[in-house]
């Protein structure tokens, strides 16, 4: 079966758009047709006698929304469902999940294994908040030809006696390389390491890393599942097991997410493939364009057939999602004339909105890498970012035409 088919229903046998609509809240007395918002702090008990049960553990129950709250139990319900995962935490931010999802597995004197090729803020974490607490990392760099030739070698040496983690983004972000997670998840399995994947750009909708043996998937909420820059949120998904950890310390450390965001995450779910399959429709056509352009070096997108890891792509990825990378030939000059000379296109810090925006990470989201450590990434000064949003895709082609004549 093509990815293309595969894994759309949960195995009560939903699609995936039926299981964002119809899976939710009970109605309550009101009989409300879309589920109401619960804004309140804490919780009621009927008796010292039950309150002491629901925290104890004993029955089961909302005692204060740092620790649950319908709004948040119908959001990572509905996620659970369309990750295949049996078990998951929201968070309060996309950074909030990357960072919890680290922290609550490894102590002082663990080894994580990560992808050189990440967000610019989990590259702080790592590199930053984790040797202050005594905890170890090593990077694989996966650009080049030495690790395509061999890829499952150069995640074997950066292997230690201590890992007890590994870590990736696939497509990364921004220079949207791949990873073959069937690959890492036997890895991760056959040395019983943790593999934890970030998903945010694919989407439960174009991928699910739990099918190729990751114990936790963590998203960014704030981009293509809120999908109209409205709300920040994150969540954690995965087994029970690896799950467990992460609420513990979540409810203790605190980065809850609030009912009102949970909300809306929850009813943005609703369109989410409709969305991303707009999305991909989008992008498609702006790779298209760019190819034929004097002004640019390369364009990179996952199911690109120039893309080098379009096979692995093709293998998980159900379509190549909504990012798109290229090489501006006049460098910085070019990029900045670029970003300048666009006119609907937005500017700003974020992604996986309906509105489609362009990024120069060099000056802004990676800007705290060196030059050497952004050249390794692939991130050159005339490096720009697209994210393909759901206006008309003869429109956004035409702000970007008007920008490369401009600059």
């Given at each position: 079966m093509?990815?293309q088919?595969?894994?759309?229903r949960n195995?009560?046998?939903?699609?995936f758009n039926?299981?964002a609509?119809?899976?939710?809240?009970?109605?309550?007395d009101?009989?409300?047709h879309?589920?109401?918002?619960?804004?309140?702090s804490?919780?009621?008990f009927?008796?010292?006698?039950?309150?002491r049960?629901l925290?104890?553990?004993?029955?089961q129950?909302?005692?204060y929304?740092?620790?649950?709250?319908?709004?948040?139990?119908?959001?990572?319900?509905?996620?659970?469902?369309?990750?295949?995962?049996?078990?998951?935490?929201?968070?309060?931010?996309?950074?909030?999940?990357?960072?919890?999802?680290?922290?609550?597995?490894?102590?002082?004197?663990?080894?994580?294994?990560?992808?050189?090729?990440?967000?610019?803020?989990?590259?702080?974490?790592?590199?930053?908040?984790l040797p202050r607490?005594?905890i170890?990392?090593s990077?694989?760099?996966?650009?080049?030809?030495?690790?395509r030739?061999?890829?499952?070698?150069?995640?074997?040496?950066?292997l230690?006696?201590?890992?007890?983690?590994?870590?990736?983004?696939?497509?990364?972000?921004?220079?949207?390389d791949?990873?073959?997670?069937?690959?890492?998840?036997?890895?991760c399995?056959?040395?019983?390491?943790?593999?934890?994947v970030?998903?945010?750009?694919?989407?439960?909708?174009f991928?699910?890393?739990?099918?190729?043996?990751a114990?936790?998937?963590?998203?960014?909420?704030?981009?293509?599942?809120?999908?109209?820059g409205?709300?920040?949120?994150?969540?954690?998904?995965?087994?029970?097991?690896?799950?467990?950890?992460?609420?513990?310390?979540?409810r203790?450390s605190?980065?809850?997410?609030?009912?009102?965001?949970?909300w809306?995450l929850?009813?943005?779910?609703?369109?989410l493939?409709?969305?991303?399959?707009?999305?991909a429709?989008?992008?498609?056509?702006i790779?298209?364009?760019?190819?034929?352009?004097?002004?640019?070096?390369?364009?990179?997108?996952?199911?690109d057939?120039?893309?080098?890891?379009?096979?692995?792509?093709?293998?998980?990825?159900?379509?190549?999602?909504?990012?798109?990378?290229?090489?501006?030939?006049d460098?910085?000059?070019?990029?900045?004339?670029?970003?300048?000379?666009?006119?609907m296109?937005?500017?700003?810090?974020?992604?996986?909105?309906?509105?489609?925006?362009a990024?120069?990470?060099a000056?802004t989201?990676?800007s705290?890498?060196?030059?050497?450590?952004?050249?390794t990434?692939?991130i050159?000064?005339?490096?720009?970012?697209?994210?393909?949003?759901?206006?008309?895709?003869?429109?956004?082609?035409?702000?970007?035409?008007?920008?490369l004549?401009?600059?």
């Amino acid at each position: 079966m093509s990815m293309q088919n595969q894994d759309k229903r949960n195995s009560g046998g939903q699609g995936f758009n039926t299981s964002a609509i119809r899976n939710r809240m009970p109605s309550a007395d009101m009989h409300e047709h879309s589920s109401p918002i619960y804004m309140t702090s804490s919780f009621t008990f009927e008796s010292a006698e039950e309150a002491r049960d629901l925290f104890s553990g004993e029955s089961q129950g909302n005692i204060y929304s740092r620790y649950s709250n319908p709004n948040t139990d119908e959001f990572i319900n509905k996620m659970m469902v369309l990750e295949h995962c049996e078990d998951g935490v929201p968070l309060a931010s996309g950074m909030s999940a990357m960072f919890v999802s680290i922290l609550a597995h490894l102590n002082s004197g663990d080894h994580l294994v990560a992808s050189r090729s990440i967000f610019g803020s989990t590259h702080q974490i790592i590199t930053q908040i984790l040797p202050r607490w005594g905890i170890e990392y090593s990077y694989v760099d996966i650009g080049g030809d030495e690790y395509r030739q061999n890829p499952r070698r150069a995640w074997e040496e950066a292997l230690r006696p201590n890992t007890k983690m590994l870590f990736c983004e696939t497509p990364s972000n921004p220079g949207l390389d791949i990873i073959d997670l069937e690959m890492l998840g036997k890895l991760c399995r056959n040395r019983g390491i943790l593999f934890n994947v970030d998903n945010c750009f694919a989407t439960p909708y174009f991928q699910n890393p739990r099918d190729f043996g990751a114990d936790i998937v963590g998203h960014s909420a704030t981009k293509f599942i809120d999908g109209q820059g409205r709300s920040l949120g994150g969540v954690l998904l995965g087994s029970s097991e690896a799950i467990e950890p992460i609420r513990f310390f979540a409810r203790h450390s605190g980065p809850a997410l609030s009912p009102f965001n949970a909300w809306i995450l929850s009813k943005s779910l609703e369109t989410l493939g409709l969305r991303m399959e707009r999305h991909a429709d989008n992008a498609e056509k702006i790779v298209e364009f760019l190819k034929g352009r004097r002004e640019i070096s390369w364009v990179k997108y996952p199911h690109d057939p120039d893309h080098p890891g379009y096979s692995t792509a093709k293998k998980q990825m159900r379509r190549g999602g909504a990012m798109v990378s290229f090489e501006l030939k006049d460098g910085l000059k070019a990029g900045i004339s670029f970003l300048n000379s666009l006119e609907m296109i937005s500017l700003t810090a974020n992604l996986g909105d309906s509105r489609s925006i362009a990024t120069h990470p060099a000056s802004t989201t990676h800007s705290k890498l060196s030059p050497g450590e952004r050249a390794t990434v692939g991130i050159s000064d005339g490096f720009v970012r697209i994210s393909a949003g759901l206006e008309d895709a003869e429109d956004i082609i035409q702000d970007i035409q008007q920008a490369l004549e401009r600059s």
